[in-house]
């Protein structure tokens, strides 16, 4: 069981607020998201379509005054089509450099998994590098570059599976889910989500993003908490039922988001708590089993049974 939500920093209380007007009952979910951009990482959203996944990236750009560029993924998407080109003039002569949709701040590439494999890698340099190569040519990118990718479940008809390097470049995943009653009501009656998403007001600034990750470098994490973290990896490696277990990235990952949320709830240093709250979302999308049992229920189990730091 996750502990009581803390109290946020004004920061994360605004964003949260403001996102929540738009996306009306996932405050957990906008947290998580808000951490992820804090945190200078990249967001994977997996789940059923019509929940908001789309919402939740367009208010994420919306609430910084960030460049937003939509990416709908097709089975016939071409890495050309996310990355850009060299075109050719004719009245010139020359080849010049066309940017796709990925020179932006905030990037949806929704429904990754419907796009083909060699389409998914033209993202692997943008999302691990922030830059582009094109005709031996590199491109950066603009600074923050933040992907919000989203997915159908496995078992959605014209998928392909994302790769481990694939799923390891995001930092968090997290679902969305169905709303609770009262909420849906609402949203069903008002219907005016992405109306209010496209006249939402910007609450923050990039130069508070900036300042935001910077005290998250601050932010201060034990020897034992970290020690803590990579002996959970190792549990995860040498579990019975894990094919694949936890890399030293994905325990990296972990400790960044981990002094991400420590920042998003005002304090200047990490808490076991904080592990708890985060393991799953940080985890659960890299690791593979042997089974087609649930990721979440081995990493609670390994959780439960190793002793947390005080």
Request: with cysteine; glycine share 6%; net charge neutral.
């Amino acid at each position: 069981m996750l502990p009581p939500r803390a109290p946020m920093s004004p920061l994360a209380t605004q964003l949260v607020s403001a996102i929540g007007q738009c996306l009306r009952g996932k405050d957990a979910a906008i947290e998580l998201a808000v951490t992820t951009l804090l945190a200078s990482g990249h967001l994977l959203i997996e789940d059923r379509p019509g929940v908001g996944k789309t919402l939740l990236a367009k208010c994420l750009a919306r609430a910084f005054a960030l460049p937003f560029q939509r990416l709908q993924c097709t089975a016939d998407l071409l890495p050309s089509d996310i990355t850009g080109a060299q075109i050719w003039q004719p009245k010139t002569g020359e080849l010049v450099f066309r940017p796709g949709p990925v020179f932006t701040s905030v990037l949806l590439a929704d429904e990754l998994n419907r796009t083909p494999p060699r389409t998914q890698s033209a993202l692997l340099e943008c999302m691990a590098e922030r830059r582009v190569t094109i005709d031996r040519t590199t491109h950066a990118l603009p600074d923050p570059f933040f992907v919000v990718a989203t997915q159908n479940p496995g078992t959605a008809a014209g998928t392909y599976p994302l790769p481990e390097n694939q799923l390891d470049r995001f930092l968090l995943r997290v679902q969305i889910g169905h709303l609770d009653a009262e909420h849906e009501i609402d949203v069903v009656a008002s219907e005016d989500g992405h109306r209010q998403a496209d006249e939402m007001p910007a609450v923050a600034s990039r130069d508070d993003l900036l300042r935001a990750r910077a005290a998250i470098e601050q932010v201060r994490c034990t020897r034992e908490l970290v020690a803590f973290m990579v002996l959970l990896a190792n549990r995860t490696r040498t579990a019975t039922d894990v094919l694949q277990g936890v890399s030293t990235r994905g325990a990296q990952a972990l400790h960044r988001a981990c002094r991400a949320r420590a920042f998003v709830h005002g304090r200047a240093f990490v808490v076991p708590d904080d592990v708890r709250a985060l393991l799953l979302p940080a985890w659960s999308h890299r690791i593979t089993l042997r089974t087609g049992d649930c990721a979440d229920a081995v990493l609670q189990q390994i959780l439960a049974e190793t002793p947390m730091p005080e």
